[in-house]
């Protein structure tokens, strides 16, 4: 199983981005995505999860981003709004089924003031 994280870049604070995420390969039943990030100096931390039951999103980043899947094509976006330098990171996208989690390679967001 693969996944190819797409649309990070630079973009002006108030900006917005869209992350795309695929995966390919022996894909069963997806029931969990989500994507993280990580700051230069700092640990990775939850942007946003959507699994079948809810959606959970970091407190930085509510009413601001959105996470959303297309299931026909193995895909996670993430529809960031209002970006702030803060969410400078490069973001990673997880799926995951059963007791795996798969991870993109990250793509590279940078919010300039």
């Known amino acids: 199983v693969q996944l190819q994280a797409s649309g990070g870049g630079l973009v002006q604070a108030g900006g917005s981005l869209r992350l795309s995420c695929a995966a390919s390969?022996?894909?069963?039943?997806?029931?969990?995505m989500g994507w993280y990030r990580q700051a230069p100096g700092k640990q990775r931390e939850l942007v946003a999860r959507?699994?079948?039951?809810?959606?959970i999103y970091a407190d930085s980043v509510k009413g601001r981003f959105t996470i959303s899947r297309d299931n026909a094509k193995n895909t996670v976006y993430l529809q960031m709004n209002s970006l702030k330098t803060e969410d400078t990171a490069v973001y990673y996208c997880?799926?995951?089924?059963?007791?795996?989690?798969?991870w993109g390679q990250g793509t590279q967001v940078t919010v300039s003031s």
């Open positions: 997880v799926m995951g089924w059963g007791t795996r989690d798969y």
């Open positions: 390969g022996s894909i069963v039943n997806i029931d969990r």
């Open positions: 959507a699994t079948i039951m809810r959606t």
